[in-house]
């Protein structure tokens, strides 16, 4: 079963604004990463943040995590319209050597 | 560039066939992994390997099967196609597990059985 689950499922926002994303897992974990995946194409890495880390970022992106609620939010700054896309969290559990889990993914529409 | 390539793109296959669907990836990665995804289960782990010889069956592996005889390949086969199959299908690679490492998708499979 995905360990990660994401929240909103679906989320439309005028260009401009922020989205915010959220991402609630199970297990303890290694790292959590965030995914991006534009329609019909693959998942690409967008950020990693290791258990030990609460806040990272990369341009307009903000992950924060909190290892003891067992979540993570992914905030993305002043949106444009090429952000629209899904976003995956991605959980890298703490036993043994496993795969990552990832969530269901949040369908981002960003509205010019 | 090093990448992952799938092949094919599309298919369509009746109920029944052998199906295989190939995953190349130039990156020199021990460690390679075959999704599915479907409307509101997001991506589902089928197999995956950790080198040559090494695979390992994930959360939806029923009706497929994988072999590894080189680094750079991971082919996945679906023994008799049925319809519940009809997904889109990613491979993916990555380096050596045990560190902090992420996965390089391939650009997807489009399977349908009729």
């Known amino acids: 079963s995905q360990q990660g689950e994401e929240d909103p499922q679906a989320l439309s926002i005028q260009e401009g604004e922020n989205a915010t994303m959220n991402c609630s897992y199970k297990?303890?974990?290694?790292?959590l990463q965030w995914y991006r995946q534009n329609s019909g194409r693959g998942l690409v890495h967008l950020i990693l943040i290791r258990s030990n880390e609460r806040e990272k970022h990369s341009g307009r992106l903000r992950v924060t995590l909190d290892t003891s609620k067992k979540s993570s939010s992914l905030l993305i700054t002043a949106s444009r319209a090429a952000d629209t896309a899904s976003y995956f969290c991605?959980?890298?559990?703490?036993?043994?050597?496993?795969?990552?889990?990832f969530g269901k993914g949040t369908r981002l529409s960003v509205i010019a | 560039d090093a990448e992952i390539t799938q092949s094919p793109r599309h298919k369509i296959t009746e109920t029944g066939r052998q199906v295989t669907l190939a995953c190349h990836q130039t990156w020199n990665h021990n460690n390679m992994f075959w999704y599915r995804q479907d409307l509101g289960h997001g991506l589902r782990l089928i197999h995956y390997s950790y080198g040559v010889q090494d695979t390992n069956k994930g959360e939806v592996s029923d009706g497929y099967s994988v072999s590894r005889s080189n680094t750079e390949d991971l082919p996945l086969t679906l023994e008799s196609a049925a319809s519940s199959q009809t997904s889109v299908y990613f491979c993916?690679?990555?380096?050596?597990?045990?560190?902090?490492?992420?996965?390089?998708f391939g650009p997807g499979t489009r399977l349908t059985v009729t």
């Open positions: 993916a690679s990555s380096e050596v597990a045990g560190g902090p490492y992420e996965q390089y």
């Open positions: 991605a959980t890298d559990p703490f036993s043994g050597n496993t795969p990552l889990v």
């Open positions: 297990t303890s974990i290694n790292n």
